[in-house]
Every structure is written in structure tokens, then in C-alpha cells.
């Protein structure tokens, strides 16, 4: 299979799961789709850079730095919470295959893999948290920023 078919597949099963975990905290209306396109995009900006990022870390962090972008920016539109969108689209990112070689490493006590693939699973959701944490940040300050200055002027 070529490389062009395994990313359709991967991007599909992404925004399915997007949209599962979305039926699943009971979102519902646009705001259901919107969800579910954040995995579609999220998954989809991951695929693209490994054209710029070898690094599966780098990937993950600027994926979900993108995520919470996003998420952020329809929150604000739609009035609703962040998580609203963060958690569906961030999906397709939770290093579930590295976590079953991790504790599959452990049962056969092959404990130099198991300690490899751990803290290789570590980094990744220390990427992901980093990018939401680092966006969530920016835009709370940029918002303080601007309340201060319209208070200032009023």
C-alpha cells in the first residue's frame, strides 16, 4: 500500500475517533462537526510535517500547539467551552500504540524496551501538553493584555 493510501486511511480513522469521542461528551449540532473536523485537521497537519520534522515530538507538539488554536478560536465563536473542542481533536494524537509496546515490554520483562518505550510514550504526551499549555497561555495573556487596555482607556 502506498504512502498516499495509508494517510487517507489514518486521517479517516482519526476523525471518526474525533467524532466518536465527540458523540460521547454528548456534543451535538455544528458544534459535533466542528469537533470531529479537529481531528481530521490535527491528524492531517501531523501527516504534512513530517515533510519538514523527522521528530515524532515535534510533530505532536506543533500538532497540538495547531489544536488548541483551534480549539481556542471556536470557543470564542461558538460560546462554548475550549474543551469542547481540544479533547476530540487531540484524539488521534494519544500515543495508544506506544503505551500497548510499553506495557507489553513489561509483562515479557524486557525491561530495557519497556524503559525505552516509556519514556519514549512520556515525551509525546509531554508534547502534546506543551502545545495546549503553551497556546492556552498565549491567548490568556493576549485577553489580559486587552482588558487592561480597554480599561485603561475607558
Known amino acids: ?6 494517510s487517507i486511511i489514518q486521517v479517516l480513522m482519526g476523525t471518526i475517533g474525533s467524532f466518536g469521542f465527540s458523540i460521547l461528551y454528548n456534543i451535538r ?3 459535533l462537526i466542528l469537533a470531529g473536523l479537529g481531528g481530521l485537521f490535527s491528524w492531517s497537519l501531523c501527516l504534512v ?3 519538514w520534522f523527522e521528530s515524532e515530538v515535534i510533530r505532536y507538539f506543533l ?6 488554536v483551534y480549539a481556542e478560536a471556536l470557543a470564542r465563536i461558538m460560546k462554548t467551552p475550549t474543551t469542547t473542542f481540544l479533547v476530540p481533536a487531540i484524539i488521534p494524537h494519544v500515543p495508544g500504540g506506544s503505551l500497548y509496546y510499553t506495557m507489553k515490554f513489561a509483562l515479557n520483562q524486557q525491561w530495557y ?3 525505552s518505550r516509556a519514556f519514549y510514550t512520556v515525551e509525546l504526551a509531554l508534547a502534546l501538553a506543551m502545545g495546549i499549555i503553551a497556546i492556552s497561555s498565549l491567548v490568556k ?3 489580559a493584555v486587552i482588558n487592561k487596555l480597554k480599561k485603561k482607556s475607558a
Open 141 to 143: 495573556f493576549i485577553f
Open 49 to 51: 510535517l513530517q515533510i
Open 29 to 31: 449540532g455544528k458544534k
Open 63 to 68: 500538532s497540538a500547539a495547531f489544536v488548541a
Open 1 to 6: 500500500m502506498n504512502i498516499i493510501v495509508k
Open 113 to 115: 524496551d519497556f524503559f
